[in-house]
């Protein structure tokens, strides 16, 4: 008889623990130590051939306990609960979001190389990109969610970049905050025509908005599906990490980079994160149901100039809805909206919400509301801000868990009781 396949919002209670590790305790406890005792020299002296990469592991071997900054138990089992989301053979988690992205870029990357990235992107990413890769001698080339195949491989040629140079395409979609979607598919196809001529690269894809519920970037192909933990997948805005899901193989090359660069999590933010992943499913389904809701009562207001929701997006415009159809299963929950005027009219409501809290981070049990163009994205030049739709009119909500139309009563007294109205 076959064994009946989990889905994974099932596995999340217990996948990778055994109670009777802890005295029969049905949850894992917090392993609170920094490091662990070996039963004899010659396990230790294994244990170090396999965390330093010295030899290859026996089949059904695993990297022993040695250290908590290599690992610990509530490491191990959150990244076994976390690879079931998108079938990967491994994932690595990291103690931000940004270190995860920073270990996947320098375990990549070398001196000499390029990486090609979407545009927009997150803005602490942007910064890492343009503002410090360089000092590593690694050159960043933009382009956008509009940009074929063809015409990246056309601005590579115009700056003079080899194929074998790429390291790494890179992107983030849908982008942050835009909503802008790349195509998946057409950037696989972009690492092929690479590979042809010599490239190396590998896929990279930030699916923080979407997933891994409403999309799985490594089923759709991608070597590395990345993610800020902190977002959906903590969900309660009260820890910070990171996650990269991926082959064995380049898990395994992150892993060695996350020991040296000493930005592991603590066992305290990897019990909260395997809490997290319990509730992931119902959380993120009732924070979509709400979303749609709030885009539709927002898309026909006399206040809003503009509203960026998926769900709206892809019945005006055909290339996105031909891309979600691919490689997404829900609309999500990130909304950005413009309101009419300019910078003072966007502070006013952001300034009269009461029950949407104003403060950055995305994908927590509470609405959040946020001014990209003066806060997250802040150091952007100011023509890649308007080129991409981020302006000083643009509000970025994260909807939360609350009632439906308490959210919409809150949005309505803030433009009501603004000069939105008068603009």
């Known amino acids: 008889m076959n064994r009946h396949k989990r889905s994974p919002e099932s596995e999340m209670m217990s996948y990778g623990y055994e109670p009777t590790w802890s005295e029969g305790a049905v949850k894992a406890p917090i392993f609170q130590t920094s490091t662990f005792v070996f039963r004899t020299a010659e396990e230790g002296k294994r244990y170090f051939e396999l965390a330093y990469g010295l030899t290859d592991p026996h089949a059904g071997e695993s990297a022993g306990l040695i250290y908590s900054r290599l690992n610990h138990p509530n490491m191990e089992i959150l990244e076994n609960r976390l690879a079931l989301w998108e079938e990967a053979e491994a994932a690595s988690v990291h103690d931000s979001g940004m270190a995860a992205i920073t270990t996947v870029a320098l375990t990549f990357l070398k001196p000499g190389g390029v990486i090609l990235h979407g545009h927009p992107l997150y803005g602490g990413t942007a910064h890492l990109f343009a503002e410090v890769l360089p000092a590593f001698n690694i050159k960043c080339i933009s382009f956008s969610a509009q940009d074929s195949k063809d015409e990246i491989c056309q601005k590579l040629e115009s700056e003079g970049i080899k194929p074998e140079q790429v390291g790494m395409i890179y992107i983030e979609t849908p982008a942050n905050p835009t909503n802008a979607l ?242």
């Open 182 to 423: 790349f195509d998946i598919e057409e950037m696989l196809a972009l690492k092929k025509t690479l590979q042809k001529d010599g490239a190396d690269a590998i896929l990279a894809v930030d699916n923080t908005y979407m997933g891994p519920l409403w999309q799985q970037p490594l089923l759709l192909g991608a070597d590395l599906s990345i993610y800020s933990a902190t977002k959906y997948l903590g969900g309660h805005s009260d820890l910070i990490a990171g996650a990269v899901l991926g082959s064995q193989e380049h898990i395994q090359a992150i892993k060695t980079y996350r020991t040296f660069l000493g930005n592991a999590p603590s066992a305290n933010t990897c019990w909260l994160l395997m809490r997290s992943l319990e509730t992931l499913k119902v959380r993120m389904e009732a924070q979509q149901k709400t979303a749609i809701k709030v885009a539709e009562y927002l898309k026909d207001h006399k206040a809003v100039a503009n509203v960026s929701y998926l769900g709206i997006d892809i019945l005006k415009d055909k290339r996105k809805a031909a891309i979600f159809n691919k490689q997404m299963s829900g609309t999500g929950a990130m909304i950005s909206f413009d309101v009419h005027g300019g910078e003072k009219e966007a502070f006013d409501v952001l300034n009269q919400f009461r029950l949407i809290k104003l403060a950055v981070s995305l994908g927590s049990t509470e609405s959040l509301a946020q001014h990209p163009y003066t806060m997250t994205h802040a150091a952007m030049p100011e023509q890649e801000k308007l080129a991409t739709g981020i302006k000083p009119t643009t509000i970025r909500l994260s909807v939360g868990l609350e009632n439906a139309s308490d959210l919409i009563q809150d949005i309505e007294q803030a433009l009501m009781t603004t000069h939105v109205m008068k603009a």
